[in-house]
Structure formats: structure tokens, C-alpha cells
């Protein structure tokens, strides 16, 4: 885990507590936070788990099957967009991804660091691997928050409903309303129903940080799934922004695509059937996640 602020230590702790590794290692560049989190975690799982948890370096992760990167500065309450992070965080993502190249071993790459696309493809492209091996945690998180929206509307549980978000982790996030299901059966929904849906869902991060300053146990959450399934190889579908080679006609960025996931990471990428309305805010974004990497430099 590098990066041990409140985001990073949440998800350390709930790697720990669903007892998904033996050996947690946490690493900040403020060595006393990542100390104190360590030790706080392994006193928490004495009585629960067998896991070695400890803080350490770079020197100290060779062999690990994930690498969880959180480090960053954090969106904040006045932040309109997490693109506003963009320039500070890139340099911090390069800094990192140089320190992971001399790593040995075959591990995934789990990306949060806002802007999130972006910085999953300057993770990949300033390490070198597998573009299956470097994937960016957001769109279990945005799907998470759309399963809430429809099931508070429809009066249901969200774990009845099967509903994913794809493309660009921000503005441009598509809810895949073609795809909606409740029981296994399909949603239908007005235009005006999905232009309400889609508000919500974009104020829904925003409500959060205005409350409480950030938002951290549904990342952190959504993202331990996708640790789950990669630890487990359980080949699950998610949605995981990925670095794509002529998929959906895209290349030279990374953006949130339903995928199969497993012990290898990324197992397969799934091209889906998008409506017209759904394939134009799909591109849109990824319009803009072009543009927004050759600002930091392809």
C-alpha cells in the first residue's frame, strides 16, 4: 500500500480484516503515519486474522501479487473537478512508478490517485508493463454510487440491482442504462429519468466531501472488491479504467471499460453494446482524457 492517508489506511485495514494476504506493507513518505497505521492494524487483526502487517519501503515489496497506490493530494472541498489535480499528482504518480520499475516480481498495479485515468496511464507508461497489470480503481465506486441512486428511486435493495458506470471517472461518466437490471430484469427509463439519474450521480462525490472532506469508505470498499478478485482469480466482470490498444477504437489513454478479472489482472477486456446517447458521452469522455494526457506529456 503506498500511500497510508485516511483513503490508503481504510483500504489496508479492509485487506486485512477480509484476510485476503498474509503480508501487508504500507509505505508513506511520512514513515510515522505509515508506522502508526501498521501498527494500528495489526493490533486490530490480533484476534481475528493472521496477517503480518508492517510499514517499509520500496526494497520491502518484492513478490507482492498487488501494489495499491493512493498517493497524492487529495480532492478537496473546493475542487470543482478532480482535474484540478491533474499537474501536482502526475508528478508524484512518475515519482512512484520510477521506484516501482526496479520492484522484482509480476505484480498488478492498483491506481486511485486523482484524476484517476490519467494517472493510471502515467503509471503504465512511466513503468513499462503489462497494460493488463495497471489498472485504475473508480468505476466499481461509480457504479456502487449509481446502484444506490436507482435502488433509492425504485424503492429496492441495491444488491438486486445489476447496473455498471463506464468511461471517464468524472463529468463524463456513463451510466450504462441499457444494461440496467433489477431480478435479472430489465430497466427502462424516460430521458428525463436519465437526465435526473445522471445529476445525482455527479453531485453524489461532491455531497460527500462537502460533509465530511472526503470521501473514503466507498472507494475504499469498491476497491478491496477489485483486490478480492484479482486475489481470488475469481474472473469477475468490473468495471476498471484500462489502458486500451484498439479496443472500442481507443488508444493512447486509459478509461473505465467493463473487464473480466483475475489473478492476472485484467483478463479480458468486454466490449459492450452502448446506445447512441451512451456511446456519444463515452467518447466525449475519452475526448477529453486525450487531451488531458498530452498535458502531462504522452
Known sequence: ??????????????????????????IDIYRELAEGNAADIAQAMALRRNVKVVAGDYKDIDGSKVIVVTAGKPRTPDM???????????????????????????????????????????MWKSTGFNRRKVLGSAGMLDSARFRTVLAKRLGAQPNNIEAYVIGEHGANQVPVFSRAKIKGQKIRFTREERLQILEELKQSALEVISKKGATIFAPANNTVNMIQMIMKDEKKTAVCSTVLNGEYGLNGLSIGVPVVLGGNGVEKILEWDLDKEEKAAFYNGAKNLKEAVKTVGE
Open 1 to 26: 500500500m503506498i500511500g497510508t492517508g485516511n483513503l490508503g489506511s481504510c483500504i489496508a485495514y479492509e485487506i486485512a480484516n477480509r484476510g485476503l494476504v498474509d503480508e501487508l506493507v504500507l
Open 80 to 122: 470543482k473537478s478532480r482535474m484540478e489535480l491533474l499537474r501536482i499528482n502526475a508528478k508524484i504518480i512518475a515519482n512512484v512508478a520510477s521506484s516501482l520499475k526496479r520492484v522484482k516480481g509480476n505484480p498488478v498495479i492498483v491506481t486511485l490517485t486523482n484524476p484517476v485515468d490519467v494517472m493510471n496511464y502515467v
